[in-house]
Nanobody, 127 residues
Framework: QVQLVESGGGLVQTGDSLKLSCVAS????????TGWFRRAPGREREFVAA????????YYAPSVKGRFTVSRDNAKNTVYLQMNSLNSEDTAVYYC????????????????????WGQGTQVTVSS
């Protein structure tokens, strides 16, 4: 089992930045990748970004590419999501998730690929 705890959310204004953290505990040595997803009010949860265990591979949704950066520090069992140039469309609950599955093309963007999920952290961007 892996436990994930997100933090770093908050209320910011358009154009501001935030850095989310996802701390993992438990059987973290089984992890192959970590993903970030978000759920905006009235919408389904969607993929935001993902990073492989080594950090050598990263994936981004088109809506955040160039503004968000995913990174990790395995010594701290922590994955980060640096979010810049935030706008109201980024308002959502952000979740991190872990997968123990070997990468397949496009799979890191799928919710079904992830085995463990955090409780989420709220990000609100006011205009």
């Amino acid at each position: 089992q892996v436990q994930l705890v997100e933090s770093g959310g908050g209320l910011v204004q358009t154009g501001d930045s935030l850095k989310l953290s996802c701390v993992a505990s438990g059987r973290t040595f089984d992890s192959r990748a970590t993903g970030w997803f978000r759920r905006a009010p009235g919408r389904e949860r969607e993929f935001v970004a993902a990073i492989s265990w080594t950090g050598s591979a990263t994936y981004y949704a088109p809506s955040v590419k160039g503004r968000f950066t995913v990174s990790r520090d395995n010594a701290k069992n922590t994955v980060y999501l640096q979010m810049n140039s935030l706008n109201s469309e980024d308002t959502a609950v952000y979740y991190c998730a872990e997968t123990t599955r070997i990468a397949r093309p496009g799979a890191r963007r799928l919710e079904s690929e992830y085995d463990y999920w955090g409780q989420g952290t709220q990000v609100t961007v006011s205009s």
